[in-house]
Nanobody, 123 residues
C-alpha cells in the first residue's frame, strides 16, 4: 500500500498562484486530478517515474506545471493564473506501473489516491 499526502491547498484570489505538494514513496508514475461539487473527477496533469514525460489537460496547459523531486519523494503542481473555474478538491494519485513513460490521463490508470486538498479561487 502506498500512502499519499497532499498539501498546499487554500484560498486564493483570481489571477493568483498556488503550489500543491504530494509526498509518496516509490518513484511511481504520478498524477493530479480535481473534482468540483456535482462534477466527476477530472484529469489535470501527470508525470512519469523519472519526470521525463508529462501530460496535461487542455484546461491546465500553459497555466499549470507538474514536476517531481524523487530525492524528496515529492510531486508538485504549480498553478498560475487561477480562476474560479479551478475551484475543486485536488487529488494526488499514483500508479503501480513500472513503465518509465507511463502518464495515464484517466482515473482507472491509478492505484493509489490521496485524501485531497481544497483549492478555492475567489473571483
Amino acid at each position: 500500500q502506498v500512502q499519499l499526502v497532499e498539501s498546499g491547498g487554500g484560498l486564493v484570489q483570481a489571477g493568483g498562484s498556488l503550489r500543491l505538494s504530494c509526498v509518496a514513496a516509490g518513484k511511481l508514475p504520478m498524477g493530479w486530478f480535481r473534482q468540483a461539487p456535482g462534477k466527476e473527477r477530472e484529469f489535470v496533469a501527470a508525470i512519469s517515474r523519472n519526470g521525463g514525460r508529462t501530460s496535461y489537460a487542455d484546461s491546465a496547459k500553459g497555466r499549470f506545471t507538474i514536476s517531481r523531486d524523487n530525492a524528496k519523494n515529492t510531486v508538485y503542481l504549480q498553478m498560475n493564473s487561477l480562476s474560479a473555474e479551478d475551484t475543486a478538491i485536488y487529488y494526488c494519485a499514483a500508479s503501480a506501473s513500472i513503465n518509465y513513460d507511463y502518464t495515464p490521463r484517466n482515473v482507472a490508470g491509478y492505484n493509489y489516491w490521496g485524501q485531497g486538498t481544497q483549492v478555492t479561487v475567489s473571483s
